[in-house]
């Protein structure tokens, strides 16, 4: 087990790491503060991980579930709203904690809540899969999809601490590990290239889950978020290099319909299209486009557009990212490898052009 710190001044907080840690009070009970406790969770995680938390919880007066429908559909305000209404009927006051046990988006929409439901309770993280591990339950960034928009609707609110158990991964389907392993590579590939050339050497260790590559994979990915977001919490500037890929990924997400293509599988087909996009720019070789493609292709991630997805669907879609200002789109582009940009001037023949060579009719 080891710890690091996410830094945010009165808002720091541990995210913890290892094995055997959903059980373990220890771990857990410094960080809630009240008597009354209310886990978020989904139907698939429950049956395999639930029983374990309220180990962890049987000293307090109040302990209750909620069980919400599983898959990036149901990330929506309607659901948000049944946990209010738990919290009501169950008469959770301002004391209360909010527990998100799941991934992603059950973390999402836990840390909405709690951002919300009185004005703000404290909630924890306890992530269940890779990609929730190495990034969603760390930052703060909480919220729902809008059908014209993805997480549309949110707010940014830390957690009070991380318990990301290693343990979890094992139950991960192959296409959700896949889906996460997209997000570590976009580590490397923005802020942190001898992670991305290790990512290279280790990429069958890693899809073959083994632990130390794996161990070792997710801590230096949240070291390298957690520095990120240390600096800019808010994403007034440089934070905005997390969503490498997302302004594609997004656009495919919404336009195939939330959880047809997976977070992490629209992120990959994302980046490759940034990296072409930044080699038509000027500013990379092709050869590192290649480097990017292969390297998600090793994950079994998709490296081009859904079949079908036009050039135009991409760009209505993309003109509501969270990123455009006065009109104009600000693409998370690369410099080299291991640095990213923000650009808010690329043309739009070479945006369709990057769209174009990656497969949108
Ligand atoms: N807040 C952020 O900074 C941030 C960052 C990245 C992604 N996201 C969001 O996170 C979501 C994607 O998260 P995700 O990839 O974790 O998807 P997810 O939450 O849908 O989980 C993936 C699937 O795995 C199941 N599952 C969870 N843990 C499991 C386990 N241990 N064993 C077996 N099955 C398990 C889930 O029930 C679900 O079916 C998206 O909505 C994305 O927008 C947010
Ligand atoms: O933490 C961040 O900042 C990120 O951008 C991380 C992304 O991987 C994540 O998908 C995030 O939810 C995207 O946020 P959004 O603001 O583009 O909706
Ligand atoms: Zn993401």
């Known amino acids: 087990m080891h710890c690091l710190n996410v830094e945010l ?29 209310c886990v978020v969770t989904n139907e698939t995680v429950a049956p395999l991980y639930l029983s374990r938390v309220l180990e962890a919880l049987s ?8 069980e919400l429908p599983d898959g990036e559909a149901f990330k929506t305000l309607d659901t948000v709203n049944r946990i209010f209404d738990l919290l009501l009927e169950r008469r959770h006051n301002r004391s209360t904690t909010l527990i998100a046990l799941g991934g992603g988006v059950v973390g999402d929409m836990t840390g909405f809540a709690a951002a919300c439901y009185q004005r703000g309770v404290d909630f924890v993280q306890i992530p269940t899969t890779l990609l929730a591990q190495v990034d969603s339950s760390v930052g703060g960034k909480t919220g729902v999809n809008h059908p014209l928009g993805k997480n549309m609707i949110g707010a940014f609110y830390q957690p009070r601490v991380v318990i990301a158990d290693m343990d979890t991964l094992a139950t991960l389907p192959e296409r959700e590990f896949s889906a996460g392993i997209a997000e570590v590579i976009k580590y490397g590939l923005i802020c942190d290239e001898p992670f991305f050339c290790w990512l290279e050497d280790n990429i069958s260790r890693l899809m073959a889950r083994d632990p130390q590559a794996l161990a070792y994979a997710v801590d230096r ?18 934070r905005a290099i997390l969503n ?7 656009a495919i997400e919404a336009v195939q319909g939330y959880g047809n293509w ?7 087909a994302g980046m490759v299209m940034a990296a072409e996009l930044s080699h038509l720019r000027g500013s990379i070789e092709a050869g590192l486009v290649e480097r990017v493609r292969a390297l998600l292709e ?4 998709p490296t081009a557009a859904p079949q079908g997805m036009t050039t135009e669907a991409f760009l209505d879609a ?9 009109g104009r789109l600000r693409l998370v582009l690369l410099r080299a490898l291991g640095d990213a ?3 808010d001037d690329t043309p739009r023949e070479l945006i369709e052009q990057a769209l174009q060579t990656c497969g949108a009719t």
């Open 262 to 268: 997976l977070h992490g599988e629209a992120v990959a």
């Open 341 to 343: 940009q923000i650009i």
């Open 318 to 326: 993309m003109a509501v990212d969270k990123k455009v200002m006065d």
């Open 221 to 238: 990915s949240c070291r390298d978020k957690a520095a990120v977001v240390a600096e800019d919490e808010r994403e007034s500037g440089r």
């Open 9 to 37: 001044g009165e808002r720091s907080y541990p995210i913890i790491i290892g094995s055997q840690l959903l059980g373990d009070a220890q771990h857990l009970l410094p960080y809630i503060r009240g008597k009354q406790v």
């Open 59 to 66: 000293e307090f007066d109040k302990v209750d579930t909620i």
């Open 298 to 301: 090793a994950a079994r991630l």
């Open 244 to 250: 490498f890929g997302h302004t594609f990924g997004h």
